[in-house]
Nanobody, 124 residues
Framework: QVQVTESGGGLVQPGGSLRLSCTAS????????IGWFRQAPGKEREGVSC???????YYTDSVKGRFTISGDFAKKTVTLQINMLKPEDTAVYYC??????????????????WGQGTQVTVSS
């Protein structure tokens, strides 16, 4: 049974930093992707950053230069380092994983297994 577990999140002031971690378990595929998605109040969920076990990564334009995704693929663990946080980054952040997708992407509908989500609030 595939499980996705997130940690991190919280309340931070504008310009601050946070680190989100995600661990996927319950599968043996070596070809998989783990991604971070977020949903702000009143908005659709969007792909923020995703990383594939082949080392490729993706960032949505609004987070480039501020967010960094990294993976320990042996442990199926991904970390999202978030710097220079802005109020518009406030959202519930979800981690998700998918296996065997070719070509891979950071599109929500391709991800089959999801975590519960963690709240990130950026406010002074």
């Amino acid at each position: 049974q595939v499980q996705v577990t997130e940690s991190g999140g919280g309340l931070v002031q504008p310009g601050g930093s946070l680190r989100l971690s995600c661990t996927a378990s319950g599968f043996t595929d070596d070809y998989y992707a783990i991604g971070w998605f977020r949903q702000a109040p009143g908005k659709e969920r969007e792909g923020v950053s995703c990383i594939h076990s082949n080392g490729a990564s993706y960032y949505t334009d609004s987070v480039k230069g501020r967010f960094t995704i990294s993976g320990d693929f042996a442990k199926k663990t991904v970390t999202l380092q978030i710097n220079m946080l802005k109020p518009e980054d406030t959202a519930v952040y979800y981690c998700a994983t998918t296996m065997g997708i070719v070509p891979w992407s950071c599109i929500e509908r391709q991800y089959d297994y999801w975590g519960q989500g963690t709240q990130v609030t950026v406010s002074s």
